[in-house]
Nanobody, 121 residues
C-alpha cells in the first residue's frame, strides 16, 4: 500500500512564499509522474503543476513563473515552491503521484490528503 503525506501549507501574506512537500511511502517500483492540484472555495479542482518521468514539466498559466515543481527521487518526494503568492492562490492543495507498486499491476494515481494554503493580509 502507498501513502502520501503532505506538509507545508499555512497562512501567508500576499507576495510571500511557501513550499509544499508530498512524501510517498510504501511499496514503490516506479513513480511515473508527480503533480500538484488545487481546489479553491466554490471552485473545481484544477491542475497547478506536473512533472513526468521523461523530465518534462507543465504549469497552469496562472502560476507560470511563480511556482516551481521539483522532486527528490531518493526520498520519493515532490515539492511545490510557491513564490509571489496572491490571494487567488488560496486553496487546498493536493499532490498526485502515478505509481507502479508491482511488476504485475498497472500504475495508478494516488492522492495526498490536501493542505490548506491561505494568502491574506
Amino acid at each position: 500500500q502507498v501513502q502520501l503525506v503532505e506538509s507545508g501549507g499555512g497562512l501567508v501574506q500576499p507576495g510571500g512564499s511557501l513550499r509544499l512537500s508530498c512524501a510517498a511511502s510504501g511499496t514503490i517500483v516506479r513513480i511515473n509522474a508527480m503533480g500538484w492540484y488545487r481546489q479553491g472555495p466554490e471552485k473545481q479542482r484544477e491542475l497547478v503543476a506536473t512533472w513526468t518521468n521523461g523530465g518534462s514539466t507543465n504549469y497552469a498559466d496562472s502560476v507560470q513563473g511563480r511556482f516551481i515543481i521539483s522532486r527528490d527521487n531518493a526520498k520519493n518526494t515532490v515539492y511545490l515552491q510557491m513564490n509571489s503568492l496572491k490571494p487567488e492562490d488560496t486553496a487546498v492543495y493536493y499532490c498526485n503521484l502515478n505509481i507502479k507498486t508491482s511488476s504485475y499491476y498497472l500504475a495508478r494515481d494516488y492522492w495526498g490528503q490536501g493542505t490548506q494554503v491561505t494568502v491574506s493580509s
